[in-house]
C-alpha cells in the first residue's frame, strides 16, 4: 500500500533522509518512530508529495501522491498542525473539506459530519468556533476531519499529542476501529511509545536519517532484547553482597541496583539458575521475575546505539 | 460545486466573519465618501463633473487595491504562518486551483466595498452639489472592468509572493506595499491636480496594464511548487 524505496533528501548540502526503504502492507498500522530531527516528518512529507525526494521513490498504491491529485481522495492526513480554521465552527471545518473532498450530496455530507462529530464527540459543540476549542478538542476534530471522506490510507502524526487520557483512549480505539473493521491503512508518527505498542503491528525506528530497525513490535523486542531478571532482596546490604556475587557471573551483565533491588541482563540461563546461586551464599531472595523488554527499551537501546556510532 | 468555487466560497465566508477588517473596509468607504463632499460643493459649476468623475477613478481603484492588500494578509500570509496550508495542499486540488480559489475568494469582498464606496461617493456628491452627478462612461468601464482586475491582480501577486516567500520576507514586502500604496495616492492626487480629467485613453492604459498584470500572475504561479510552500513554513 505504500512503499518507500531508496528514498534520500538533503536540503542545503545537509542529507536528513539516507537511503531509507520500507513497504507498508495493506491493512497494517505501522508506527515510525524516531527522536525529534530524525527525518519523519520530512518522510511523511515526501509520501505525501509536498516535498521531492532528491533520489529513490514513496509511493501510495502504487502512484506518486505528489503527481496524482486524484489518489489523494483516497488519503486521509492528520498533520503535526491540526490544519482546522479557527474562525469556522467545528461543522464549517468538516463541511467545507468534505467539500473539497468531493462530497457533493448535500444531505449525505451532513450525515456523515454528524456521524464524525458523534464519534469524536464534539456533537454538542458543533455550530462553536473552533478558536474557542482546546487543543484537545481541536485535535479531535481534525481527526474526525482527516477520516471524512473515508480514506483507503490515512498518515497521522502525533495523534493523539494534547489529548488527556481518556481521549487518547478514543483516538487509539477509533485507528484500530478503522484498520479492522475497514481495512483502512495507516502510517503513524509518533513519540508515545506507548500508544504504538498497543497499536501497531509493525514499526521502523528512524535516526539521523537512517532506518535502525524495522519489524513487527514482538520481533523487535525479541531480537534487541536480551531477557532480564529484577530480583528483590530482604535489604540493601543483602543488595550489595548479591551485586557483587551476580558481577562474578559470567552469564550476567549489566547489573544495576537500586537500594535493596537489582536489575541484571542474563545470557542463556534461567531465571532460577541465579536464585540457586544466591541461595547457596545464603542471601533471601524476596522475589525474582523475569522482565520482558518494552518498545520503550528497545527505542532507547536502538537510538542510543545509533548516537554512540554517530560520534 | 467547483472546488474552486468550494474555496472562494469559505474565504469570503472568513473575510466576512472578520469583522475588524470589514469596519477597516466600511470605514473608508465611508471616509472616501465624505471627502467627496467638500470638493463637489467648492469646486466651480463647470469643474464638478470632472472633479466627481476624477475622484471616482482613484479612491475606488486605490480603496479596492487596499482591500485586497488586507485580506489577502488573512487568506495567504495567517494561513501559511498557523500552517493551515500544508492540510489544504494534501487535499485533491491542484496549487491552481487553491491559488484561483483564494484569488477569486479575496477579489469579491474587495471589489464589493470598492462599489460600495463608488455607490456612496455617488450619493453623497448628489446631495452636495446642485448639479446631477453620475460617473462618466469611460468610469464606469473602468469601475466595472479595470477595477475587479486591477483587484484580482493584486491579490494574485500578492497570493504568490506570500506562498513562495519565506515569513521574514513577506513582513518585508507587506511594508514596501504599505508604503507603496500610500505613495501612489500621494502621487495620483497631485497628477490630478490642476486640468486634469479621467479620458478613455487613461482608462484603457489601466485596463491594458491590469489586464497583463493578471497575465503574468497567472504565469508567475507555475513557480509556485509544494516543496517551495511547505519548505517557507515556519
Redesign the interface.
Known amino acids: 500500500m505504500i512503499e518507500v524505496q531508496n528514498l534520500t533528501k538533503t536540503?542545503n548540502g545537509k542529507t536528513v533522509l539516507k537511503d531509507i526503504s520500507f513497504e507498508v502492507k495493506e491493512g497494517e498500522i505501522f508506527g515510525y518512530l524516531g527522536p525529534n530531527g530524525a527525518g519523519k516528518t520530512t518522510t511523511m512529507?515526501i509520501i505525501?508529495?509536498?516535498?521531492?525526494p532528491t533520489s529513490g521513490n514513496a509511493f501510495v498504491m502504487g502512484q506518486n501522491l505528489?503527481e496524482n491529485?486524484?489518489?489523494?481522495?483516497k488519503?486521509g492526513?492528520l498533520?503535526?498542525?491540526?490544519?482546522?480554521?479557527d474562525?469556522?465552527s467545528a461543522y464549517?471545518n468538516l463541511d467545507?473539506?468534505a467539500?473539497?473532498?468531493?462530497l457533493?450530496d448535500g444531505v449525505e455530507r451532513k450525515r456523515r459530519i454528524e456521524e464524525l462529530l458523534e464519534s469524536v464527540g464534539l456533537s454538542d459543540r458543533r455550530n462553536d468556533k473552533v478558536g474557542r476549542f482546546s487543543k484537545g478538542m481541536r485535535r479531535k476534530l481534525a481527526l474526525a476531519?482527516a477520516i471524512s471522506h473515508e480514506p483507503e490510507v490515512l498518515f497521522l502524526d502525533e495523534p493523539s499529542s494534547g489529548l488527556d487520557p481518556e481521549a487518547q483512549i478514543m483516538v487509539r480505539e477509533l485507528v484500530l476501529q478503522l484498520s479492522a473493521e475497514m481495512g483502512v491503512t495507516i502510517f503513524l508518527n509518533s513519540h508515545d511509545l506507548d500508544e504504538v505498542q498497543r497499536i501497531c503491528t509493525k514499526i521502523a525506528i528512524l535516526q539521523s536519517g537512517e532506518i535502525k530497525a524495522h519489524d513487527t513490535v514482538k520481533n523487535l523486542r525479541d531480537k534487541t532484547g536480551r531477557p532480564r531478571v529484577e530480583i528483590t532482596l530482604s535489604d540493601s546490604k543483602a543488595a550489595e553482597k548479591a551485586l557483587n556475587i551476580l558481577n562474578s557471573l559470567h552469564f550476567v551483565s549489566d547489573c544495576e541496583r537500586d537500594d535493596s533491588r537489582i536489575a541484571a541482563v542474563i545470557r542463556d540461563e534461567k531465571s532460577s539458575t541465579i536464585l540457586s546461586v544466591l541461595m547457596r551464599n545464603g542471601i533471601v531472595v524476596e522475589e525474582i521475575k523475569r522482565v520482558t523488554k518494552s518498545l520503550e527499551d528497545v527505542y532507547l537501546d536502538i537510538v542510543r546505539e545509533g548516537s554512540k556510532q554517530n560520534e | 460545486m467547483n472546488k474552486i468555487l468550494v474555496v472562494a466560497k469559505k474565504e469570503m465566508k472568513g473575510i466576512i466573519k472578520t469583522k475588524s477588517q470589514m469596519l477597516v473596509g466600511l470605514f473608508f468607504a465611508l471616509w472616501f465618501s465624505v471627502m467627496t463632499a467638500p470638493v463637489v460643493k467648492t469646486v466651480e459649476e463647470s469643474a464638478v463633473f470632472v472633479q466627481f468623475n476624477n475622484l471616482l477613478f482613484y479612491f475606488v481603484l486605490m480603496l479596492g487595491i487596499f482591500m485586497a492588500y488586507l485580506f489577502s494578509g488573512r487568506v495567504f500570509f495567517n494561513e501559511k504562518r498557523e500552517g493551515i496550508i500544508e492540510t489544504l495542499l494534501c487535499t485533491p486540488l491542484s496549487l491552481r486551483q487553491i491559488w484561483s480559489g483564494k484569488v477569486v475568494g479575496v477579489t469579491i469582498p474587495a471589489y464589493l466595498i470598492s462599489l460600495l464606496t463608488a455607490a456612496l461617493m455617488t450619493i453623497l456628491g448628489n446631495i452636495f452639489s446642485t448639479s446631477m452627478l453620475l460617473p462618466s462612461p469611460a468610469i464606469a468601464l473602468h469601475i466595472f472592468l479595470v477595477v475587479p482586475a486591477f483587484i484580482a491582480a493584486a491579490v494574485g501577486l500578492l497570493g504568490f509572493g506570500h506562498s513562495l516567500l519565506g515569513m521574514r520576507e513577506n513582513q518585508i514586502i507587506n511594508l514596501l506595499i504599505f508604503g507603496a500604496l500610500f505613495g501612489a495616492l500621494a502621487f495620483t492626487k497631485n497628477i490630478m491636480k490642476g486640468d486634469f480629467a479621467v479620458s478613455w485613453m487613461a482608462v484603457g492604459v489601466l485596463l491594458i496594464i491590469a489586464v497583463l498584470l493578471l497575465m503574468l500572475t497567472v504565469y508567475l504561479t507555475r513557480y509556485l511548487s509544494r516543496e517551495r510552500i511547505v519548505t517557507s513554513i515556519p
Open positions: 536540503f512529507r505525501l508529495g509536498l516535498l521531492n505528489g491529485e486524484e489518489l489523494r481522495n488519503v492526513v498533520l503535526e498542525d491540526d490544519g482546522v480554521y474562525r469556522l464549517e467545507y473539506y467539500q473539497l473532498y468531493g457533493s476531519r
